[in-house]
């Protein structure tokens, strides 16, 4: 069995601009933001990016490399409006796939199944219809006759994603209370890398916490990055809260004086 | 001590829930979630509550039961849940907007998204809650139709918008072409001031009843155990 453990940058390395990227986590709470940051530092662009937006998708917009969202919001959480995400809006700088959350999920259930799309009670009425005229509907064929919207899968490229714990052959636990959909974005994905907070032994991994913590399957991961502190200044529980300071700061800051900031060797990370 | 505007809204948000029966109540924002907490309290002992993130709790804060994301998306599209969302803008049958204000390929205002507006309104019943009732809230189209109203829905089947609630007073849709109807007034409100905030024109019965009144015990329960910091007097004063 192979190990699988890389740093941030090789973990981009294999990135190519044009891909279809998914982001794990959930608005400012466990994105994978040392991978982002990595991402930032290398010269990958006209990316799609999937996410359940959050910090992640401000910055990657403010750099100018996301080409086309695919999301239902943007938040910073306790900030909730994401201000670059939102300048890059108003200005035109992208193209968006608005759906809502369920459909995003559903989306991603239909690739993680290699289906080509699921039905889904979300979206008939709204004008997530208008805004995306691909989406097509379907007709239950049992006496019901209800009508859906055929989410189309969310297939990925590749996808990012942060958990607490990981070993090196890909196997990723959560310890908070929310495993997000991260398991499902690697599904998803045709390569996904994986940081962790801490690499330890497969032994360690269930010494103390439960088997339903082990959220990702080792199957589904290309490379495993250990990161401490790399979710940060998202939210990372049990390990960590969000750093609201910090994240006050890039939400205040003038882009190119933050991204200076930013693309400094990292202070936080261990790769 | 008389009881002010914002206690009257949380009244009138807690009456959302009341005959709900084992739900999930889902309130967004400061005065909806204390009217839950009441309603859980006092009328509704069923309602089910969460911390806000990923645990069903009890109002003492002792978990029940674990929701993260993905279970509450399955309580949505199970029906058993009643949210109370807020609204950027909202239209004469009930169309909501929390996505972006003017053309969407290139808004004025990037707003918060779509977020669970459509899965909400096809699926659960989902009320509003507006805490400064103007016309640019109360407009006469949307810009994005997030929040499915009735013009929109085509009868479908679990679609229901129990009631709109702001600082002046509470809404439903109990007419016959499921247009906004004003339900009652907070004291201190005319109908006038109503209409004034309002860019379309509203459905005002013969006689207006007031919000209800808070109990003596809703009284205690709002300022020395839901409330104490007084915080909802800076949603609305």
């Given at each position: 069995m192979g190990d699988k453990t890389m740093t941030a940058d090789e973990a981009v390395a294999r990135l190519r601009s044009g891909m279809t990227l998914g982001i794990g986590g959930w608005g400012s709470r466990r994105k994978p933001m040392a991978l982002v940051r990595a991402l930032l530092r290398?010269?990958?662009?006209d990316l799609t990016v999937v996410s359940y937006g959050g910090p992640d998708v401000g910055m990657l917009a403010a750099a100018g490399r996301i080409r086309k969202l695919v999301a239902a919001f943007v938040t910073l959480d306790s900030i909730p409006l994401e201000p670059h995400y939102r300048a890059a809006r108003e200005r035109g700088a992208i193209d968006l796939m608005e759906i809502d959350e369920a459909m995003f999920l559903w989306g991603l259930r239909a690739a993680a199944n290699r289906l080509p799309f699921l039905p889904v009670r979300?979206?008939?009425?709204?004008?997530v219809m208008r805004v995306n005229p691909g989406l097509r509907t379907v007709t239950s064929?049992?006496?019901?006759?209800e009508t859906f919207v055929a989410m189309p899968a969310l297939r990925l490229d590749a996808a990012l994603v942060h958990v607490n714990r990981a070993d090196r052959l890909g196997n990723g636990q959560y310890l908070g209370p929310d495993p997000y959909f991260d398991d499902l974005f690697c599904a998803a994905a045709d390569e996904a890398y994986m940081s962790c907070e801490r690499i330890v032994d497969?032994?360690?991994?269930t010494k103390e916490a439960?088997?339903?913590?082990?959220?990702?399957?080792?199957?589904?991961?290309?490379g495993v990055v250990e990161a401490p502190g790399g979710a940060h200044f998202t939210s990372c529980a049990p390990d960590y809260g969000r750093d609201e300071a910090a994240q006050r700061e890039y939400a205040t800051t003038p882009w190119p004086e933050y991204a200076g900031r930013l693309l400094d060797p990292p202070a936080r990370e261990g790769s | 001590m008389t009881v002010t505007r914002a206690e009257y809204c949380v009244i009138a948000c807690a009456e959302?829930?009341?005959?709900?029966?084992e739900v999930l109540a889902s309130p967004m924002g400061l005065i909806p979630a204390l009217g839950a907490r009441l309603a859980r309290l006092t009328f509704a002992p069923d309602l089910l509550l969460t911390d806000g993130e990923a645990m069903l709790v009890r109002?003492?804060?002792?978990?029940?039961g674990w929701l993260p994301y993905r279970r509450h998306l399955e309580f949505v599209t199970g029906g058993r849940r009643h949210v109370m969302m807020g609204a950027s803008q909202i239209d004469r049958f009930g169309?909501?907007?929390?996505?972006?204000?003017?053309?969407?390929?290139?808004?004025?205002r990037q707003l918060?998204?779509?977020?669970?507006a459509p899965v909400n309104t096809l699926n659960n019943p989902t009320s509003y809650w507006v805490p400064r009732h103007s016309r640019r809230v109360f407009?006469?189209?949307?810009?994005?139709?997030?929040g499915v109203g009735y013009d929109h829905a085509?009868?479908?089947?679990?679609?229901?918008?129990p009631r709109v609630v702001s600082d002046l007073g509470v809404f439903d849709f109990a007419t016959p072409d499921h247009s906004m109807r004003l339900a009652s007034l907070h004291p201190g409100v005319t109908v006038e001031d109503v209409r004034e905030a309002t860019s379309f024109a509203l459905t005002v019965p013969d006689d207006v009843p007031p919000t209800r009144e808070p109990t003596a015990e809703d009284l205690r329960l709002v300022r020395e155990v839901l409330d104490p910091a007084n915080a909802r007097a800076r949603e609305v004063s």
């Open positions: 290398s010269d990958v662009r979300a979206g008939l009425g709204s004008d064929p049992y006496d019901d006759g497969t032994a360690e991994l439960a088997p339903q913590t082990l959220l990702i399957g080792r199957h589904t991961v290309t | 959302a829930w009341r005959g709900d029966g109002p003492d804060g002792t978990p029940e169309n909501q907007n929390i996505s972006c204000v003017g053309d969407w390929a290139r808004p004025k918060l998204g779509v977020r669970g407009v006469e189209t949307v810009d994005m139709v997030c085509g009868g479908a089947r679990f679609h229901r918008i």
